[in-house]
């Protein structure tokens, strides 16, 4: 313990060294490796000898981001402290003093080494440590006698992963890696994004839901429930990391379209801050899961012995929003202003309140509702290259009338006043909402939730899908039911009969409640449809030609959209960043994808696909005047790249 304080300070000193403040107050780093990262008595990550001294890094400094250069070393703390949310003081050599809150935190954890080194994810290496490393580390012997790249352990570890057949062994080993070697994880979750973002989310993800109370090994978010309330302020302070800029939270109700599954939705926000990481390079010690218990309605859970929730109905009313309301205020106490925060799988009762209540004070969206709106409306805007036409010259038919239903409807509606100069109320009149009572239609007006009214137009009252497509003669037609098979066999030839190539998305997740396969859009539109999908399908091959679809899922998004916002240090969400990000998307459809009969780009370039997204969101930023990161960078796509975490081991001094 000596040594590790002794090194601590040792550290720390080297620091003080290293940095220095330019003519701006910038920090600026003058040196080019690396070591190991050092916790303050306040919980920060420390890392000394910070790395190159760029300009773009020097400025993300500025702005509190901790930015990774492309050979794999570390510019950590070099940063404004006084911009920097949640952080200490600085005395005259800049060097970073605990606040006397930050003192009295439990946290006060040192350099790990030896034993302890190999146990921390976010540090260990494995047989990547080399001999070097062993000897300063205290690992001689504690590792067998080869050094394995990291290539190589990647190798090995997809080799073991296939090994697997049940996709929900993959995802355990996933997340057992997740918990043993984080950097050599998300090399895998990168390097594999197609093979492996089924496993680690849809459709996998909602199994391990279902089933987490059985497979729970390791917190691997917080948990935030009834019995915290009162105290939530003090339960994020037991998460260990300080410097949060994304937190994605859940209350369980709607986990995917699988229902309330309660506490066990936790896998969700883990699936998609680990999406933040992999795909849009946010740093993984800035992601935090959170889970909000209040109960659950699920009578198989709540009878379930290895169910790992509160063990109650759910709260409703008045004692669910203050809990949220003291969720909320704790987190802006915690981590500031500009920590963001994406709502995710609450049901749409609340949903849609959280979000206007909370987009006023607080970095809020809601992802089913949003994100799903903005990934939507770029295939569809893509499609219309495939389709023909433009947006104002379509007419959409949504199967469900929900989050993602209305969200969508209201983006596209929005888009198309955009283009056309059209009010609002008349683009919205070309998109016609199904719900499980039928056609959304005025007379149904008065019982309708808030959320649906918008979309009662004249109509007479219509029951089913079938004969809503009858009498709509949609172009494109959109599932967002969370229910299975619903687009049946009559459903899709109706749309091959009206249409030359019919725009068929089936967005409910995971894959088990698909509005309908690929195979069966492209059977029986007999090769014509345009289809994506929320979960993904393979290929299909119909009379010895195949067929590719893409997925129309939020993970295409969220991960750009989160880091534009935090980039430019949003303080607000607009509408006008999910056009923004939603136009990106949509430009990076290259013509061999169109010409594959694909909307969206694949998944293998999302992170250059999140950099303009991120880039395009940030201009929008600036240009609302929402942005607090000043001033804006000359070029926002390659500072947003510059921002990028990369999983590449660093070397430990
Ligand atoms: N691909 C993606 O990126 C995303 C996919 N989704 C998926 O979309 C699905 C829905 O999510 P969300 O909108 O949040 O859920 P909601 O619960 O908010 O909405 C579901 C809607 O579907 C309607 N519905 C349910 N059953 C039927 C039926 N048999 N016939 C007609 N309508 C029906 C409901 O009707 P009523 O209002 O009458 O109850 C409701 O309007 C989920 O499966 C989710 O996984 C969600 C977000 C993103
Ligand atoms: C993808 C997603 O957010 C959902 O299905 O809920
Ligand atoms: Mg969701």
């Known amino acids: 313990m000596l040594s590790l304080q002794r090194s601590s300070t040792f550290l720390a000193r080297e620091q003080r060294l290293s940095s220095y403040r330019d003519l701006t107050g910038t920090y600026r780093s003058k040196r080019r490796d690396v070591s190991v990262s050092v916790r303050s008595s306040g919980g ?163 199994e391990a839901c279902q089933k987490y109370g059985s497979i729970f090994k390791r917190p691997q978010g917080l948990y935030i429930s009834l019995k915290e309330k009162g105290k939530i302020l003090e339960v994020l302070k037991n998460w260990p990391e300080k410097k949060v800029q994304v937190i994605v939270v859940t209350d369980g109700e709607r986990i995917l379209g699988l229902g309330d599954l309660g506490c066990q939705g936790m896998g969700i926000p883990v699936g998609k801050l680990s999406l933040y990481t992999a795909l849009g390079g946010l740093r993984p010690s800035a992601c935090l899961p959170i889970t909000i218990d209040v109960g659950t309605n699920n009578e198989k859970l709540l009878k379930d012995e290895f169910y790992i929730g509160l063990r109650q109905r759910r709260a409703r009313g008045q004692e669910y929003a203050e809990l949220l309301e003291e969720f909320m205020s704790a987190v802006k106490q915690n981590y500031g202003e500009k920590v963001l925060i994406q709502f995710e799988d609450f049901a749409n009762h609340n949903a849609f309140e959280l979000l206007e209540k909370y987009s006023k004070t607080h970095l809020v969206f809601n992802d089913d509702i949003q994100g799903t709106a903005s990934v939507v409306l770029a295939g569809i805007v893509a499609a219309l290259k495939l389709v023909g036409g433009s947006l104002a010259d379509q007419r959409f038919l949504f199967l469900g009338a929900g989050e993602a239903g209305t969200g969508i409807a209201e983006l596209i509606a929005l888009e198309m006043s955009k283009q056309t100069n059209a009010p609002l109320e008349e683009c919205r009149k070309k998109i016609w909402l199904v719900d499980s009572k039928g056609l959304i239609v005025s007379s149904r007006v008065e019982s309708l939730q808030h959320f649906k009214k918008p979309w009662a137009h004249e109509h007479e009252p219509v029951k089913t899908l079938l004969e809503a497509v009858q009498a709509i003669k949609p172009t494109v037609l959109i599932g967002s039911s969370g229910v299975g098979q619903t687009f049946t066999k009559e459903v899709v030839e109706t749309m091959a009969s009206l249409n030359k190539k019919p725009l068929i998305l089936s967005l409910s997740n995971p894959t088990s409640q698909s509005e309908c396969t690929a195979e069966q859009a492209y059977t029986w539109s007999e ?69 594959a009969g694909l909307i969206y780009p694949p998944f293998t370039n999302i992170r250059k696909i999140s950099a303009k997204i991120a880039a395009k969101v940030a201009e929008k930023v600036y240009d609302l005047g929402l942005a607090s990161h000043l001033p804006r960078p000359e070029n926002l796509e390659k500072f947003a790249e510059s921002c990028m975490y990369t999983p590449i081991y660093r070397n430990y001094r």
């Open 44 to 206: 920060g990550e420390r890392t000394t000898r910070a790395s190159a001294s760029a300009s773009a890094s020097a400025a993300a400094a500025a702005r509190g981001i901790v930015m990774e250069s492309t050979n794999g070393s570390v510019i950590k703390e070099v940063v404004d402290r006084k911009s920097t949310v949640g952080g200490g003081v600085q005395d005259a050599y800049g060097e970073d003093r605990a606040t006397e809150e930050q003192l009295v935190t439990p946290w006060s954890v040192t350099v790990a080494s030896g034993y302890s080194l190999l146990r921390d994810p976010h540090h260990n290496k494995g047989l990547g440590f080399t001999e070097k490393e062993r000897d300063a580390h205290y690992l001689r012997g504690l590792l067998p006698p080869v050094v394995a790249t990291q290539e190589l352990q990647e190798r090995k570890a997809m080799h073991n992963l296939r090994q697997y057949e049940v996709p929900l062994q993959r995802y355990m080993a996933m997340m057992d890696l997740q918990e043993t070697n984080e950097r050599l994880f998300y090399k895998l979750l990168i390097d594999h994004v197609e093979e492996l973002l089924p496993i680690v989310y849809t459709p996998t993800v909602g």
């Open 527 to 595: 090769g014509r449809a345009i289809f994506a999908s929320g979960s993904p399908f393979g290929p299909v091959e119909i009379n010895r030609k195949t067929f590719l679809s893409g997925q129309a899922n939020n993970a295409y998004i969220f991960p750009g959209l989160g880091l534009g916002l935090i980039m430019s240090g949003a303080i607000r969400v607009h509408d006008d960043m999910l056009l923004a990000a939603s136009e990106a998307l949509a430009s990076q459809v290259a013509q061999e994808n169109f010409d």
